[in-house]
């Protein structure tokens, strides 16, 4: 991991966070977990996610960083109530903030309409290079694929493999919670749907 983030350090000019500084410092992660096994804040994993944006194969780079800091488990857990940034991006290449609820990418027939989903519905959906670079980090084979990187992943994001039901029900779910919210705009809600 030290090698990666040496990388990133110098390859591609990123100013590390503190807490990434001493990783990249070590001469492996196990030396430095040996002596403090600690998961990464959300403020510096938010720090670092910004300046990854934009960068020649980001998908890649983003799915070997989340590989490497999920297998040595410093990744910080879902925080469904931060607004700050995860390592995961959407087909925007926007970072996915950690109180979304991830979805794996799209398919064709379904793009249209959730792209009309209204701004309320709080749901996002995992980049397709991204989705693709992290079956492979992840040695995610086979028809349950998308199944097997949920699994890995559970911990860190909401992430749900796209299934018509369970965004139907997201949908639902964050419908009644807005018109609990806002009982004097229901209607319009509803017709937003």
Request: hydrophobic share 35%; with cysteine; proline share 3%.
């Amino acid at each position: 991991m030290s090698d990666f983030l040496y990388d990133l350090q110098y390859s591609y000019s990123i100013k590390l966070p503190f807490e990434f500084c001493k990783i990249a410092k070590a001469n492996s992660a196990k030396l430095l977990n040996g002596n403090c096994k600690q998961k990464f804040s959300i403020k510096a994993i938010s720090g670092l996610s910004e300046q990854m944006s934009g960068l020649k194969n980001e998908e890649d780079l983003r799915a070997k960083l989340i590989w490497l800091l999920n297998k040595e488990s410093l990744l910080p857990d879902v925080d469904n109530s931060s607004q700050f940034n995860t390592l995961f991006i959407d087909d925007n290449k926007q970072p996915i903030k950690y109180s979304q609820e991830v979805f794996t990418h799209k398919t064709k027939d379904a793009k249209e309409n959730v792209d009309k989903l209204p701004t309320f519905v709080n749901v996002n959906f995992l980049n397709f290079k991204l989705s693709q670079s992290l079956l492979k980090e992840f040695n995610c084979e086979g028809d349950d694929r998308y199944r097997q990187l949920q699994r890995e992943l559970k911990e860190v994001l909401s992430l749900h493999s796209y299934e018509p039901m369970s965004l139907i029900q997201k949908i639902i779910s964050d419908t009644k919670n807005i018109i609990a919210k806002e009982p004097t705009h229901k209607i319009n809600n509803v017709k937003l749907i």
